[in-house]
């Protein structure tokens, strides 16, 4: 099992910056990827963005050039740096966790972000 606890959710101005983070605890040792997931009102949950074990990442391409996803395996945790908010990145963000057990991945509560004025 593995466990995920985001952080760092909160209300910004559009233009403004904030970074979550991704504590893993668990069988961290089954975690092959981590990455970030947002859900807004009404929509389906998105890719944001993801980091391997090897430090590749992938972007959805509505925050490229504005978030950063980076990962510190000693402490289990990923941070996803946003920069250059708008509103229409206000939505719950969830962490996820893929594993190297076949169909087996996990997900975090999530943290709401709030981008407006």
């Known amino acids: 099992q593995v466990h995920l606890a985001e952080y760092g959710g909160g209300l910004v101005q559009p233009g403004g910056s904030l970074r979550l983070s991704c504590a893993a605890v668990?069988?961290?040792?089954?975690?092959?990827?981590m990455g970030w997931y947002r859900q807004a009102p009404g929509k389906q949950r998105e890719l944001v963005a993801t980091?391997?074990?090897?430090?590749?990442?992938n972007y959805a391409d509505s925050v490229k050039g504005r978030f950063t996803i980076s990962r510190d395996s000693a402490k289990n945790t990923v941070y996803l740096q946003m920069a250059s908010l708008k509103p229409e990145d206000t939505a719950v963000y969830y962490c996820?966790?893929?594993?190297?057990?076949?169909?087996?991945?996990?997900w975090g509560k999530g943290t709401l972000v709030t981008v407006s004025s």
């Open positions: 980091i391997t074990n090897d430090r590749a990442t």
């Open positions: 668990g069988d961290t040792w089954t975690i092959n990827s």
């Open positions: 996820h966790a893929g594993t190297i057990r076949t169909f087996v991945d996990y």
